[in-house]
């Protein structure tokens, strides 16, 4: 049975910002959130949606001015001065009034930029995530190459003894120089890729990498198997068609007369409009109409004709977004039984692997065996160990990433 807890030793890069010598991932991830354009561009458009909907409802209220006038007319005797004020205040209803429209589409599209802020922060804390197992994976894989190297050193060394002493073939010490040179090329490979994993994550960091430790991770290897859910881009599309809706129903009743409602109220006063109570009421009208544009049918029926084709696109576009959703929850799930089974299998030859050792040892204590072969098993340990770890981070990585697919908690957190 596996352990559902590793503790997981990772070496990346921290920011001379913090006063602290190690950094966790959760550092590192509200780092990337302040640091991320994607993040900000989401923030950015939240608020600017939120001050859409406020402005929609602003354009509810009625028309209303005042004004103070003081005039002087030149041609009349005598000349003097003359005061007046006005206050007009007018308002108009008609049901196809966009004003109203506009309050609800907004209302989808400030939902919508929510949703975007909360998926933004999912991917940036999931690009964060993968890149931190990078540099993990690249760590591990260079300590035990490094390991490898220095063991194939030896038993090159004993071989090279034997062939001196008649006891090993050419083929032999070929076969170990052609190792010896196989584990340097890796060490190399392993430095060249450890440090390209560092340079990804603390250019997505947006900081500068010196060279700091971070804190160990603990993550666990249980199963959370996905079920097909409704995640924040299928809830987005949702809005979408919702607004389009909205849209048609409004472009509906232009097919119908326009009625329109008015209230206009108008005060003037010519003489002071300091004294408020001497104001008279020029105009204090009410009025309703409705009126038809016969020759603008034409053009609504072609507008009408036009949403109902993007709607119906919309609503394929779901449809086949939620069917290729069930299908890869479906697939990411068959291949996280597929990692956690071979993770199994490859702990057991870990498992083999020590005993082997174990044994090796003893043996090579009671002089059945050189100490070339005892090289070779520690061999076999290190490259068993390093299949293991490459499975594991294989594993929570793909587990995080059904997380991210189904708009689940990145982390238990984001």
Request: hydrophobic letters at 35%; proline letters at 1%; aromatic letters at 10%.
């Amino acid at each position: 049975m596996i352990k559902n807890i590793i503790i997981i030793a990772l070496i990346i890069a921290s920011t001379t910002c913090w006063a602290a010598d190690n950094y966790s991932l959760e550092q590192l991830i509200e780092i990337a959130l302040q640091n991320s354009y994607d993040s900000q561009y989401a923030n950015t458009t939240l608020k600017n949606a939120t001050g859409q909907v406020r402005s929609s409802y602003y354009n509810l209220l009625p028309s209303a001015s005042a004004g103070l006038y003081r005039t002087r007319d030149f041609d009349l005797e005598p000349q003097e001065w003359s005061n007046s004020a006005q206050l007009s205040l007018s308002k108009s209803f008609s049901l196809n009034d966009p004003d109203f429209y506009n309050i609800i589409t907004t209302g989808y599209e400030q939902q919508n930029a929510e949703l975007n802020l909360v998926n933004s922060t999912k991917e940036v804390a999931f690009s964060v995530f993968s890149r931190y197992l990078d540099v993990l994976q690249n760590k591990t894989i260079l300590a035990i190459q490094q390991k490898n190297l220095e063991l194939q050193g030896k038993i090159h060394q004993q071989t090279t003894i034997l062939y001196d002493n008649g006891k090993k073939s050419l083929l032999d010490l070929r076969q170990s120089e052609i190792y010896l040179i196989d584990y340097s090329i890796a060490v190399k490979d392993a430095e060249i890729n450890l440090q390209k994993s560092r340079n990804l994550l603390f250019n997505y960091l947006n900081i500068a990498d010196n060279g700091s430790e971070l804190d160990t991770l603990m993550i666990s290897t249980q199963l959370d198997p996905g079920e097909y859910s409704a995640n924040i881009t299928i809830q987005q599309k949702i809005n979408n068609i919702k607004k389009q809706q909205v849209n048609l129903i409004q472009q509906k009743l232009d097919f119908l007369p326009e009625l329109s409602l008015s209230y206009t109220l108008y005060h003037n006063n010519d003489t002071s409009f300091f004294e408020s109570e001497k104001f008279y009421r020029s105009t204090n009208t009410f009025s309703l109409s409705a009126t038809w544009n016969i020759f603008n049918l034409l053009q609504n029926n072609e507008t009408h004709s036009i949403l109902r084709r993007s709607l119906k696109l919309l609503q394929l576009d779901l449809s086949i977004y939620t069917k290729n959703l069930e299908n890869n929850v479906q697939v990411i799930n068959q291949e996280l039984e597929n990692l956690k089974t071979t993770s199994e299998m490859y702990l057991q030859k870990l498992t083999l692997a020590r005993q082997n050792m174990d044994m090796a040892q003893q043996q090579y204590q009671l002089g059945t065996i050189g100490l070339i072969d005892l090289d070779r098993n520690r061999l076999d340990l290190q490259n068993a160990q390093l299949s293991y770890n490459t499975r594991y981070y294989d594993l929570i990585r793909k587990q995080q990433e059904l997380n991210l697919l189904l708009s689940r908690p990145i982390l238990d957190k984001w």
